[in-house]
């Protein structure tokens, strides 16, 4: 009676104490980008007021999560991501007439530290203690690989300032601010700033999620990651129309061509516009028509003041760390938990199953 009694107590004791640490899973949604390309109808505005939820692209990837406690656990992630933009879905004038592109693939791997909010282990107090829910923030820190890409916009008229017609020898259909093809340029490549920036950084994750564990053994939830980078060229705009710096002389008409995207008709329109926007008969006073050459390179700008230099990007050189290109993702996670033994059992506990065993012989 007593070593039944005995196995009972101990059963009991292994099962409380037997924790779900480990799950593991995949992770599927959209992601966002706040830079200087697109944005709405003001000047830009921190966080999410500036972002354009019709350019939101895929972002999936994997994880693994470990439970220290009912409150604490760490999480490591591996993400592919992908940001978009253009200056052409946005209203504000000098964006719109700036008209540049990108996109940007991503690849990320992070670690986190997740802090449980608030959790109920019986959703709907049924008694089966099944499903459980928690709600968690986090925060941690993250690598990633960038490589900035862009299109190219057709303008039959843009001879540069190199006197070269780079666009296209045919271009059949095409009309003003078309995209001449689907071609990608890497654009780290051409240098568009005269400057270099490496395809690798770090970003801090931060942002809230919560899941629900089915039969102890699936989890399925959702979380939202905002990433703060110290990076200004996720989308390869930064600061002035600079001479470009291509990795290779044969590059630089289309370094020209890549960093300068406005076309007449378009700086015509635009120029209609800020008028309309001023409505004052002193317009060319109190706003000054824009020109071609605000936009794109001109030889021997690069050895002006900057405050007088064209502003090709968002920036303020007196504040490095501002303005810098952040993106966000927002993710269902589906998971598989892993169930192992608690420490309670394997330190009270092990010389159960490890016990040397006495056996008896059989006399004769």
Known sequence: MRRLLFLMILFTSVTAGAQYQYDYGIKIGASNYLGDIGGKNLQRRDYFYDMHLK?????FGIYGRYK???RLAVNANFDHILIQDADMYTTYIPRATRNLNFRNRMFEFGARVELTLWYDNDVGNRGFYNPDYKLYAFAGVAAYYSNPQGRLIYDPDDTLSTGEHVL???????????????????LKKYGTEGTTYSNFGFAIPV????????????RVGWEISWRKTFSDYLDDVSTYYNKPDPA??????MALALQSQTYQE???????????????????????????????FQPGQQNIDADNQSSRGLHDPANPLIKKDNYITTQITVGKVIRGRSKFYKSKYSWVKNRNVRRSRAKF
Do not use: C, H
């Open 207 to 218: 942002g809230i999620g919560m899941y629900f564990t089915f039969n102890k053994e699936w």
């Open 266 to 296: 378009l700086l015509d329109a635009q120029n209609e516009l800020l008028k309309a926007e001023g409505d004052n008969p002193l317009y060319e006073e109190i706003y000054p028509a824009m020109s071609i050459n605000d936009f794109r």
């Open 68 to 70: 220290f406690s009912k």
């Open 55 to 59: 350019q939101s692209r895929y972002a």
């Open 248 to 253: 290779s002389d044969d590059d630089y008409a």
């Open 168 to 186: 296209v020898d045919n271009p059949g259909d095409l009309k003003a601010g078309d995209f001449v093809d689907n071609t990608w340029y890497n």
